[in-house]
Structure formats: C-alpha cells, structure tokens
C-alpha cells in the first residue's frame, strides 16, 4: 500500500476515479482545474503506478478542516485503503494544528470507526456556502455531517504522505 502526496501527474488518474464514483453520486464532482488549483491537499493510494484511491484535507479556518473526495477503486475496497487514507489526512490536520476534522458523508460507519462522531451540518456554515448551496440534490441531501475533534486525541506519527 503506497499512500504519498499527489502529483501534477496523478492528475488525469485523479479526476477519472472521482468522476466514477461522483457520476453515482456518491461524491460532488471536482474538475481537472480544481483538482490542480488544489493538488496540495491531494494524497493518493498506488498500487503498480495505478491511482487506486484518493482523498483531500481542505483547511476551512486555522480550526476547522474537511475530509473530502475520500474514494477507493471498486476491485480495492474492503482492503484498507480508505481507512489508511483516512489515518494520514488525521495525521496532517494535527501536524496544522487543526482541532476540528468533519466530513459530509453517506458512509457514517466507516468514519465512525475511525472515531468521528454525529454532528449537527448547521455547525459548518463554511461548508454549506462553498459547496452545499451548488449542489443540485441540496434540498434532498442525505449525507450526515460528521466530526473529530483531534485536540482530544494522540498524535499521529509521520508518514510518507506528510505535507511537502
């Protein structure tokens, strides 16, 4: 399991997996452009050079932080790969000092294992104004916000994923 930064080429691989799994509805699609004009928050999971998996820790405030885009490839789920995602964007938001981590997600009990709990969505008004209110299923939406306060847990170690 290979998990580091992603590249300006991993890219291409990039987009193609979130636009799988965002053509299900089970992301919000992001394209090329905003995937570079974030590639810094961008780690990625390569198995043989493949792009298997990928998430991004995008900063909202010096407090507050999001998991998002956390997705696997289907023949690699059930192997790990999105909690051991999950573990290196918890490690970089304590290494930022980042108290709060949250996700909007479909996949509560995943994040439950990893520690997050139940939220309210009211509590992350910066969410709702940069990608809730363009959402086209917004009225309908059937994600449940979840949170981590990571001022009460240890440290993570270093990983091979760590900042640049």
């Known amino acids: 399991m290979n998990i580091r930064p992603a590249l300006a080429s991993d890219i291409p691989g990039v987009f193609t997996l979130v636009a799988e ?6 992301i919000l699609p992001r394209s090329e452009a905003q995937i570079r004009a974030t590639l810094s928050e961008w780690i990625v999971g390569t198995d043989d050079g493949e792009i298997v998996a990928c998430a991004s820790l995008l900063d909202y405030t010096p407090e507050l932080a999001e998991v998002r885009s956390l997705v ?3 023949r690699f789920k059930g192997q790990g790969w999105g909690a051991a995602l999950l573990q290196v964007l918890i490690a970089r938001a304590q290494r930022r000092g980042t108290p709060i981590l949250f996700a909007l997600t479909r996949a509560e009990p995943f994040f439950r294992r990893a520690g997050f709990i139940p939220s309210d969505r009211d509590r992350f008004p910066e969410k709702i104004w940069r990608d809730c209110d363009q959402c086209p299923v917004k009225d309908n939406c059937d994600e449940v ?3 981590l306060r990571l001022n ?6 270093q990983s091979p ?3 640049r």
């Not at 799994?21 to 089970?26: C, E, I, K, W």
């Not at 009460?152 to 170690?157: C, D, Q």
């Open 21 to 26: 799994h965002a053509a299900r509805g089970a």
């Open 145 to 147: 916000a979840v949170e």
């Open 152 to 157: 009460e847990l240890p440290h993570m170690s």
């Open 161 to 163: 994923a760590d900042d």
């Open 72 to 74: 696997v490839a289907d």
